[in-house]
Nanobody, 124 residues
């Protein structure tokens, strides 16, 4: 079974940090672009960050630029999202995704595989 499995979510106070991980199983995604999206209650899923297949290129939503960092370790077939200076408006379910298209794309439709999501809650 092909899976992307997120971990690292939780409850944190505003100004704190969390590191999300997304590990692949069932097949390799080492040559795929990977991205992070999030969905808050009552809102549409939105793009957070993406990274190209070898980690040399990254792309961020304006709302997280300078606070979040996406990275990947292809030896572990894992993508990470380091989230610093968290704000209550960052509260959402965070999803990782993998796709064969160009990484600088905010459209969720270009991603073929999705994880189940991990909850991030930032208290004020």
């Amino acid at each position: 079974q092909v899976q992307l499995v997120e971990s690292g979510g939780g409850l944190v106070q505003a100004g704190g940090s969390l590191r999300l991980s997304c590990a692949a199983s069932g097949r390799t995604f080492r040559t795929y672009a990977k991205g992070w999206f999030r969905q808050a209650p009552g809102k549409e899923r939105e793009f957070v960050a993406s990274i190209n297949w070898n980690g040399s290129g990254t792309y961020y939503a304006d709302s997280v630029k300078g606070r979040f960092t996406i990275s990947r370790d292809n030896a572990k077939d894992t993508v990470y999202l380091q989230m610093n200076s968290l704000k209550p408006e960052d509260t959402a379910v965070y999803y990782c995704a993998a796709g064969g298209g160009y990484y600088r794309n905010r459209n969720s439709n270009v991603y073929d595989y999705w994880g189940q999501g991990t909850q991030v809650t930032v208290s004020s």
